[in-house]
């Protein structure tokens, strides 16, 4: 017997997770009159609470879990330096779009909120990162304002604004999510340092 392969146990303790977030994903996509707890997802999913909790013990396991599902679903991914973050913003915008229904179900539920919270960590430490060459001997506050703002522009809720309320397409919201982090790239090299 190959020891390697995954036992009966261990794909049936997969197949039991993978339902619990299918069902998780599924209540965030309702929005805010969507419920959203460890019981409504147990209801839901035919099981028993205890089992959703031996899976997720709190609810920022699986938040986290969530988190990590809707990056794979919408390959969001954060720049290394700072020669990435032009293409890999129109990248980002282009799977906000091809992702639509479940980035603004996002937006728009409770949970959601506490979903995008861990994007905006995981973004802000990354941008930090990327902009080093930019913020070097900057004041602490200056290089926060900035970050901030390259987060901000970076974010689904940004392609949001562009896409409802300022009525663009989502090409057109690429190459302005582009145009507005271009302009800030330019800005933070001639920012007296």
Known sequence: MNSSAPTLRNRQTAATREQILQVAMQQLGQGPRGTFSHESI?????MGARTVYRHFPDRASLL???????????????????REILPMARTVFQEFD???TIVRAVLTSPAGAEVRERGGVEGRAAFEQALVPSLDGLPERERSRIVAVFVAIYSAQ?????????KLSGPDAQEAVVWA???????TKISPK
Do not use: I
């Open 42 to 46: 147990a209801e839901t999913a035919g």
């Open 64 to 82: 986290h879990a969530l988190w990590e599902r809707l990056r794979e679903a919408t390959q969001v991914r954060f720049p290394d330096s700072e």
């Open 98 to 100: 091809a992702n639509e």
């Open 158 to 166: 940004f392609w949001n604004l562009l896409r409802e309320r300022c």
């Open 181 to 187: 982090l271009s302009s800030l790239l330019r800005a």
